[in-house]
């Protein structure tokens, strides 16, 4: 029962940690609705990177240069990873572990849990 309550308030710590980081790399608040493109091109294109269907894009569309920093530094961004780790969170909250000290956890955290924003700022959203 103690090493499972241990194994608990590692997990804890760690997802606090993890939250503190994202939080130190100095995302702002909502300042201004994000543009969106008149035909919606842009959208659609961010929906189907995020879903994992467009292959071998190396570079931003031109046209969505704009869009894409509004969308990472004007506040959705920041809205759509504080979403997602609600629900890890309400997830992990969710599982038992069991008493066997078994209990292992994985995390893939390339373009998950490590915000990539400084590496668009850089690269000046392209």
């Given at each position: 029962m103690i090493k499972a309550m241990m194994k608990r308030t590692q997990e804890v710590l760690f997802f606090l940690i993890l939250a503190l980081f994202y939080k130190a790399t100095g995302m702002k608040p909502c300042s201004k609705p994000p543009q969106v493109d008149c035909d919606g091109f842009c959208l659609s294109?961010?929906?189907?990177?995020?879903?994992?269907?467009?292959?071998?894009?190396?570079?931003?569309?031109?046209?969505?240069?704009?869009?894409?920093?509004?969308?990472?530094?004007?506040?959705?961004?920041?809205?759509?990873?504080?979403?997602?780790?609600?629900?890890i969170m309400s997830y992990v909250n969710g599982i038992v572990p069991s008493d066997d000290g078994m209990d292992a956890w994985i995390l893939d955290v390339d373009d998950t849990c490590i915000s990539n924003v400084l590496y668009y700022k850089g690269k000046r959203y392209g």
């Open positions: 294109w961010r929906l189907a990177v995020e879903a994992n269907n467009v292959r071998g894009w190396r570079t931003v569309p031109t046209q969505c240069l704009h869009y894409l920093e509004t969308y990472m530094i004007g506040g959705q961004y920041d809205r759509d990873i504080e979403f997602i780790v609600g629900e």
